[in-house]
């Protein structure tokens, strides 16, 4: 266990990554950390993570979480708006499923210290929003430009928070944790040279002693299509379990975990990702670059 047990560490830090509807897999995630009585005290999550990182640290069972994103829809994070703006969809879908899943709470309420990251569209200077609405919060770190609009949030217009700190590793120790569990969805090369921290930074905070990193291997999976969610719950098990394997399961996996799995049949009026995506990419291509959203978070 390296030193240091996970199950007694009085402030265990827990990082989400983003990574679109790759952050499925930290549905698996969670649910291995339950197994493995593994509670972490604070919870910080960018984009996708900081939905699973809400959900968790407002004491949602993991295994629920599980079922809610295996029948998740583009709908239920955003709202197709005809209506001028500087993104296709708005983040009401995102208060009606938060809503559905505990109605929205102030964070300082929640059982679980948790903190969401955006980004400062004016200033491109991280914001942590560990106060306030949850899904004010959670709406800002999700709004990735071009696709969501952005959130107007205390005086601030706030977009996506990985375009500063995709995976949130030192966002996690300012807030007081003394060992962090990190979950990388995609790698965030590309976006940091801008931010506050460099590539190279966060290679340091990964390679320490005092972080736990677990990998999902996803593959040439896209996050922006919404394609075989519980496979990607499986993948982000598969990667915890792999990463905590010194840990026994002390919590069994309930038989009825993925009973409701099936996902949903899209119809016209819930397009998928790929669908929004699409006539930005089509538009105005350039041969050998990245167009659209997907230009904002090609990864390498």
Do not use: C
């Amino acid at each position: 266990m390296g030193g240091v047990d996970l199950r007694y560490e009085p402030n265990v830090g827990l990082a989400l990554g983003g990574g679109g509807a790759l952050g499925a897999a930290h549905a698996g995630v969670l649910e291995v950390l339950h197994e493995r009585g593994i509670h972490p005290t604070i919870v910080v999550g960018t984009s996708a993570g900081a939905i699973a990182g809400g959900a968790y640290a407002n004491g949602f069972d993991p295994y629920e979480f599980s079922n809610l994103v295996r029948r998740a829809r583009w709908g239920d994070f955003g709202t197709f708006s005809m209506t001028p703006g500087l993104g296709l969809l708005d983040t009401e879908g995102l208060r009606a499923t938060v809503e559905e899943m505990s109605h929205d709470v102030r964070i300082e309420d929640m059982p679980v210290r948790f903190a969401a990251i955006a980004t400062d569209a004016i200033t491109n200077e991280l914001v942590v929003i560990d106060k306030g609405s949850l899904v004010d919060a959670v709406s800002a770190s999700i709004a990735v430009p071009g696709l969501f609009r952005p959130k107007r949030l205390e005086g601030r217009t706030l977009v996506d928070g990985g375009v500063v700190q995709n995976l949130p590793l030192e966002v996690a120790f300012e807030m007081g944790a003394t060992h962090v569990i990190g979950v990388r969805l995609a790698p965030e090369w590309d976006l940091l040279p801008k931010g506050r921290t460099t590539s190279l930074q966060v290679h340091e905070y990964e390679i320490r002693d005092d972080v736990t990193m677990i990998t999902p291997k996803l593959r040439h999976r896209s996050q922006w299509v919404v394609k075989d969610l519980p496979g990607l719950i499986e993948l982000g098990r598969e990667a915890a379990e792999f990463a905590l394997s010194d840990y026994p399961v002390v919590h069994s996996r309930p038989e009825f975990a993925d009973a409701e799995g099936d996902p949903p049949v899209p119809s016209d009026s819930d397009p998928s990702f790929d669908d929004l995506v699409r006539p930005q990419r089509e538009a105005q291509r350039v041969p050998g670059q990245p167009q659209g959203v997907a230009a904002f978070f090609q990864r390498r």
